[in-house]
């Protein structure tokens, strides 16, 4: 993390934050997708300690979400695999944003977030904050597609294409701020249905040594 702090390039960053309690196949779909589309240099995956709208139940230890989500990443050299909040000592989106901004200052940042998340936007603190401090780039996913858009219009301002937002990012408006909605082949990946699966294999697991 501190190498990439003290990096002096002017790059375009998508941020990507989240629990990742597993990262899985759609992160990594949403990832690449975004890089296309937008013509990013890199995107930065924000794990995070403890997500503020999710308990703590269930929630896997950091340090197993990142060698997990590392590993994952592993052939993609342009993904990087962070936890900035332990530094920061925050888990509140809108002041992560803020701070890696001003230790980052020569880079273009934009906030990256599927369409499921943009549906409880409202939910987040400060979301006003982030709206019209950071560039925001929704990926489209399986059943959030019109929610998602409905929202972005309630929430946000300047809805551009993804190319118009990617010319932006690699010109001296890098800092206009604006969202566009990213479609395409939608991945139905979750980790909440990562994580019941995986219970469930254990219970059928634990079951069949019983019987055994």
């Not at 920061?88 to 998340?117: K, V």
């Not at 409880?120 to 489209?140: K, L």
């Amino acid at each position: 993390m501190p190498q990439l702090f003290h990096d002096r390039r002017r790059l375009r960053i998508g941020l990507f934050g989240g629990s990742f309690n597993p990262a899985h196949d759609g992160h990594l779909h949403l990832s690449d997708l975004a890089q296309r589309q937008l013509r990013l240099d890199e995107v930065w995956w924000l794990v995070s300690p403890q997500n503020p709208l999710k308990g703590e139940a269930g929630m896997a230890d950091l340090a197993k979400r990142l060698a997990v989500a590392r590993n994952l990443v592993a052939r993609r050299q342009r993904v990087r695999v962070i936890a900035p909040e332990v530094e920061f000592g925050s888990n509140l989106t809108f002041r992560t944003l803020q701070r890696l901004r001003a230790r980052c200052p020569e880079h273009g940042f934009i906030w990256l977030m599927g369409a499921d998340n943009l549906v409880g936007f409202a939910a987040w603190q400060r979301h006003d904050v982030i709206a019209r401090t950071m560039p925001i780039a929704v990926i489209d996913r399986p059943g959030y597609s019109y929610p998602a858009l409905r929202t972005g219009a309630a929430l946000l301002r300047r809805r551009i294409t993804p190319r118009q937002m990617a010319r932006e990012l690699a010109s001296s408006q890098r800092d206009r701020i604006g969202w566009c909605f990213i479609a395409g082949r939608r991945h139905h990946a979750s980790a909440t249905a990562l994580r019941q699966a995986g219970r469930q294999a254990g219970r059928q697991g634990a079951k069949a040594e019983k019987n055994d």
